[in-house]
């Protein structure tokens, strides 16, 4: 059975949402204190973490920020905060989806489903290759890790999974949609604008001018093609 940690500090959203998740044969350790929350999280295996932002004590941004340090697993924040400069911040510290309050518990249920299914598939998929290379990047992707001339940076989550599936798929024109579902693996009401935001982040790790992108290029009104 897959763990689920659900951190949110109204009572009656937390249970409403647990009780769903549990009905879809998930365990679910629910707190409602972003400090303890916090450490359930580093101490405990969770296939996921639903995240609040607003909560006493740490909030959702830093609990996302110091769980991304040490584990790769899938943050989702669910919040009433409708801002895209929430969902942006959220979405560059290592979030993998945001929703927005009020939601279907049925539309959490299945991004839940298909953001652990994806993680699955792609750290399985990427353990079969251990490492490739593209001029000055290399990837190894069983340690999940970006060099760029030698030299190891950052990569989130979501940013890691994009880049090697555009690697993977060189000189090829792929859609925002066709990227969202492979790496987010949710269809419906598909928030494209996560892709945009990944995309600038990644060119802002690997090219040397991100204003004039030699790897990640834009093809306008179709998608974005990783050139090799």
Known sequence: MKKILLIEDEVSI?????????INQFHVDVDHNGDSGLQLALQNDYDLIILDIMLPGVNGFE????????????????SAKKEDIDKIRGL??????YITKPFSPSEL??????????????AGSQAKSSSISVKEISIDKSARKVYINGEETSFTTKE???LVFLVMHPNQVLSKEQLYENIWGFELAADVSTVTVHIRKIRGKIEKDPAHPKYLETVWGAGYRFNV
């Open 14 to 22: 937390a249970e409403l949402q647990r009780d769903y998740l549990e």
């Open 63 to 78: 609990i996302c920020k110091q769980v991304r340090q040490v584990k790769n697993i899938p943050i989702l924040f669910v």
């Open 92 to 97: 560059g510290i290592g979030a993998d989806d």
């Open 109 to 122: 249920v299945a991004r839940v489903k298909a953001h652990i299914v994806r993680y699955e598939r792609l």
């Open 160 to 162: 890691f999974d994009l």
